[in-house]
């Protein structure tokens, strides 16, 4: 008889109609690579809201990529929740997320934030930025050498920019949105240019690089906007006086805009939970604590972002789809390599 079979008859007699997840359906297990800090006051309001505890596992995106392929179809995982399109995509493609029908999400996440098959939805947004130093780089040199992203690599800034490696995932996908908006070839002309006009060989993460503008090492730095709001709601706040944050813009592309997110696993236990917590994650009130905690920009629509992000006033962003960004992440670090951007 086979696997079927079985569950016809059983679903005949009607014991496949008690819901699968009865017995444990007060649980549902994320794995994060987003910082305790920053997801448990979600969850705990999650765990308010619907009665259904959650289990926390937080490590690197990578580690749970790892973990997720060794468990199989043993995992206990429900939901992944990570950052960049770029892992997004990985995990999908490595069949680590299942497909999910939610009205909900398809209603509330712009489709250029999710993937189009339903297996990963965004649930933050994110704009790549340059943090600069105001007394060295001046308004006309802003408004004459400085429009979009392809004008960081203009002569003009020779030593000056600081950005990360090319190992980060931030840079992949920003080189993948450059391919996407304006083809291979001017992305990869690109990539040399930028990285003639790095200030250092690239060190330490994205605050290291709003840090090193600060210290005069570099007069710009390219770095996700919530590094910058949070620096500046820090103890480091005084100390970044000299310093603004522009989003690259030209006729062709806006502010390259990433996301986190989230999907139910392949396996997941708990598929009516997971897909619970994800939903909740989309809701206004999760987005304004989300919001207020780490100053990314909601995906809600309708939800306002917070008093620090909200005083850059209004963004001209990038249309292009972020799921691109996984696309594209070969041709990327192909590019990246041979710019020598390490
Ligand atoms: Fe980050």
Do not use: C
Not at 61 to 67: E, K, M, P, V
Not at 161 to 169: D, H, Y
């Amino acid at each position: 008889m086979h696997a079927m079979t079985v569950a016809l008859v059983l679903a005949m007699t009607g014991i496949l109609l008690v819901p699968a997840n009865a017995a444990s359906a007060e649980s549902v297990n994320l794995y994060s690579a987003r910082k305790e800090a920053l997801v448990r006051p979600l969850l705990d309001a999650f765990t308010e809201a619907s009665g259904t505890e959650v289990r926390l596992v937080t490590a690197k995106g990578g580690q749970l990529h790892q973990r997720l392929l060794a468990e199989g179809e043993n995992s206990p995982a429900d939901v992944l929740l990570t950052v960049d399109a770029g892992n997004l995509w990985r995990a999908a493609e490595a069949g680590l997320l299942r497909a999910v029908n939610s009205a909900y999400l398809d209603a509330t996440v712009p489709a250029t934030y999710r993937d189009p098959d339903g297996r990963w939805y965004g649930l933050s947004l994110r704009a790549r930025a340059v943090v600069y130093a105001t007394e060295r780089v001046s308004g006309t040199d802003l408004a004459d050498h400085l429009d979009g992203y392809l004008e960081l690599a203009d002569p003009v800034w020779r030593g000056r920019v600081a950005v990360r490696s090319s190992n980060s995932i931030y840079n992949q996908s920003l080189i993948a949105a450059v391919i996407a908006n304006y083809g291979p070839e001017v992305a990869e002309r690109w990539a040399h240019g930028l990285v003639e006009n790095f200030a250092r060989p690239p060190s330490g993460g994205d605050r290291d690089q709003i840090r090193a503008v600060v210290s005069g090492e570099a007069d710009l730095s390219i770095v996700n906007s919530y590094y910058y709001a949070v620096l500046l709601g820090s103890n480091e706040a005084d100390w970044m006086a000299g310093t603004a944050i522009y989003f690259p813009a030209d006729a062709q592309m806006g502010a390259h805009v990433n996301v986190s997110g989230a999907g139910v696993t392949r396996h997941a236990p708990h598929p009516d939970a997971a897909l619970a917590l994800i939903e909740f994650l989309a809701s206004p009130e999760a987005q304004s604590l989300y919001a207020e905690l780490n100053h990314e920009f909601p995906v809600h629509p309708d939800v306002a972002p917070s008093g620090v992000v909200a005083e850059w006033g209004s963004i001209t962003t990038d249309d292009i789809p972020v799921v691109q960004f996984g696309r594209l992440n070969p041709d990327a670090v192909r590019i990246a390599d041979r710019a020598g951007w390490n």
